[in-house]
């Protein structure tokens, strides 16, 4: 059984003589594909007819310095895809160590939104029709975009500092019903005499980091709430969901070079939109004349994250300890 286990330590330091310098790099790139392609996330074939928004991949990289010399590097690469093969990370990786044979291939990973509206990336899920991008070679043209990505943002590296905090945003509810009688359904009926409520909790927490250049503007900031990016129905249109958005009103505040890492935190049974007083939450969309829930998640997102910017902004700091061990 393969495994993987990448555990990255990002802290500030205390120790008078850690003299380490923070140095960070971005890259932002388009895995759109130009033609169609199965859709994943639901159990039957679709092929998509359109691009309702773009999918992308974001990458941050993160080194260490202690003078001129490399101490540690992390390579994060965030990408709007329902999950990830191993052989698409293995591609990535034997791309850029081509490349850039001095990096350790092994601190690269990739963590996906779960969007349900981007390309199929498991070969045996669907048999794919004539005229339709195969696996393969989405495989191939992903692999080609994040290690180009990659090697970009690894050459663009100067020093900075980071900043974090924790902010607060409803997006996500419980999926699953639990009922009076002891059993329990996803999506189950609540307008019944044996409701009892959700079956499981909801995390409302939302860790942020920011990261800036050395005159203390934001380059970089990765998000994360507990909540998969699949508001958008099953319908045949390629998009990041609520995160396209997230993006585009970050960029607007904060400029378009602005790199945002879009992180699903521990989200198994969660699900975005409302599911107790949707009648009361739908209520309030229209009275902020805001469409449906894409648009609401991303409010609830980006006000969260700006709040958390206004709070830490003044607490970054460039001596930090970093450690990436990857088994």
Known sequence: MMRIISIITLWLSAALAHTAQLHIGTAETTITPDRPVALEGYFGLRVSDGVSSPVMAQVLVLELL???KIQERSIMVSADLVHLPWEMLNAVRDRVGKALPEIDTTKIFISTTHTHQAPVVMRDNFIIPDGVMTVENYIDFFAKQVSEAIIKACSNTRAGSMAWGLGDAEIGFNRRTAYLSGRGQMF???RTPDYKGPEG???????????????GDPIATAIN?????QVAPGNRQISADFWH??????????????TVLCWCGAAGDQMPGPRLHADAENRMLQLRGIKGWTEECA???VASALDVYTLVRDERK???VLEHRSD
Do not use: H, N
Request: proline share 9%; with cysteine.
């Open 201 to 215: 909790a909801v995390y409302r927490g939302m860790p942020v980091l920011f990261f800036f250049d050395s005159r």
């Open 225 to 229: 709430p507990w909540c998969p990016a």
């Open 188 to 190: 189950g009926e609540m």
């Open 318 to 320: 460039g001596d930090v």
């Open 245 to 258: 958005p997230v993006r585009e009103q970050l960029k607007k505040e904060f400029g378009e070079s602005l």
């Open 66 to 68: 202690e003078g001129d």
């Open 299 to 301: 409010r609830r997102i």
